[in-house]
């Protein structure tokens, strides 16, 4: 092992424990220029190993921030200096966020895909693979990063770009079990590269385990989150953090408890069963930036029903002329998906709503169905039972459909709205 391969591991052993902040970016700044050297003395054999004009690049864009800042698509035109450039995108609201910036040439959404998914997909026609994204800060962006790495479980250089964290990270797997010199030569000089001209941090992180597992029992540990944030599981609230590191337990596929986080009892009992280990967690708003929305035209026929699982939208409701929706947060953020494939929504609501994304979009001729506070799944479950046979799909128009729903509310109906306009 090299002197500067043991003082690097040295620096970044210190950097894991407790140091104050002004010794931090100290330690930290001398830890990136360690790191440029041992990049700069192995990166003329790398580069002529994988001539630059020959290198396949693949791009996972992940969140709706890095693309509604424009970043997303500066980042893909300086990567078409280095090779061919693949982008796709990994997420929901970011599916949104392409298509409101007309950006669907450049960067594919045709599924969806998880990031780690997605990743793996990439790797088997990619020499590299980069993570773009944008977190609301640091700790946030290398927690994501260091997760999804661990989840795609590939042996190709792996370089995360986080605009919102200022960071270039070295996530190939290979460098995380062993400190060997010899180990991940091109991550680490493609990331040196990447971080001199973006002007970003140069990091090399140590995962943390951030999901525990025993028998039936999964723990999932959230950090970097800011109090007041609220906490969902696969899109539905479960509380509002009080620290900034929040545990979520569960066990046979049942939450029982909650660390860090006043729980939101109603949002609890609809997740019925989650597999914990899975699920799409997240603290704070789904889609930070506020974007004029790109309305897109409706030719589908019929209805589709979405309970609980907005952001399953796009599946569930392509190709339908209206989708009817359970739950304020579900019919909002399904209402700002559906939006841009010009899909109306009958919602039914009890004003129970916790604002998941700031700036929501709604298509005027849709129908809000306003109940008494906590009927709301109540009237759902009658009309999937009544009016869809149980089934995912029916024929039926907006406005019959509203009417069936109504009827069936009876006493419970508080108020029948139809949106005349858009209501972003």
């Given at each position: ?202 990091l090399r992180p140590r995962p943390r385990d951030c999901t525990l597992i025993q ?210």
């Amino acid at each position: 092992m090299s002197r500067i391969v043991e003082a690097i591991g040295k620096l970044e052993a210190i950097l894991d424990g407790s140091v104050c902040f002004s010794r931090r970016e100290g330690l930290q700044e001398v830890l990136n220029l360690l790191k440029e050297e041992q990049a700069s003395s192995k990166g003329s054999h790398i580069e002529k190993m994988i001539p630059p004009s020959s290198k396949r690049i693949g791009v996972v864009v992940h969140g709706p921030e890095i693309i509604d800042s424009g970043g997303a698509v500066q980042l893909i035109n300086h990567l078409k200096q280095m090779g061919r450039v693949n982008a796709v995108l990994g997420g929901t609201m970011g599916r949104v966020a392409v298509i409101d910036a007309d950006l669907e040439e450049i960067i594919t959404i045709n599924t969806r895909r998880r990031p780690s998914i997605s990743i793996r997909d990439m790797a088997e026609d990619s020499d590299i693979v980069i993570i773009l994204n944008q977190a609301k800060c640091r700790e946030t962006g290398l927690a994501f990063g260091t997760m999804v790495a661990k989840l795609a479980g590939i042996d190709k250089p792996l370089i995360q770009i986080d605009c919102g964290g200022r960071f270039v990270a070295d996530l190939t797997l290979s460098h995380f079990a062993s400190d060997s010199e010899d180990i991940n030569e091109e991550g680490l000089a493609v990331a040196a590269r990447l971080a001199a001209d973006l002007g970003l941090d140069l990091l090399r992180p140590r995962p943390r385990d951030c999901t525990l597992i025993q028998g039936d029992t999964v723990r999932r540990i959230m950090t970097g989150v800011i109090p007041g944030e609220l906490i969902s599981v696969n899109g539905t609230v479960i509380g509002r953090a009080i620290g900034a590191e929040v545990e979520i337990k569960a066990k046979g596929g049942k939450i029982i408890d909650l660390k860090g986080a006043e729980p939101k009892m109603h949002g609890l009992e609809k997740l019925h069963r989650v597999d914990l280990e899975k699920a799409i967690i997240r603290s704070g708003s789904i889609r930070r930036s506020t974007v004029r929305p790109r309305i897109g035209e409706n030719r589908g026929e019929g209805a589709a029903f979405i309970d609980h699982c907005a952001e399953d939208a796009f599946e569930a409701a392509g190709g339908a002329a209206v989708a009817l929706t359970v739950g304020d947060d579900t019919t909002a953020i399904a209402g700002d998906i559906l939006a841009r494939l010009g899909i109306a929504v009958v919602g039914i609501v009890d004003g129970d709503i916790d604002r998941l994304a700031g700036s929501l979009t709604i298509l005027p001729g849709s129908i809000i169905i306003r109940v008494r506070p906590g009927y709301d799944d109540i009237v759902g479950g009658r009309a999937r039972e009544e009016i869809f046979r149980g089934e995912d799909r029916i024929s039926i128009s907006a406005p019959d459909l509203a009417d069936r729903v109504k009827e069936l509310a009876g006493e419970l109906l508080l108020e029948r709205k139809e949106i005349r306009s858009d209501l972003a």
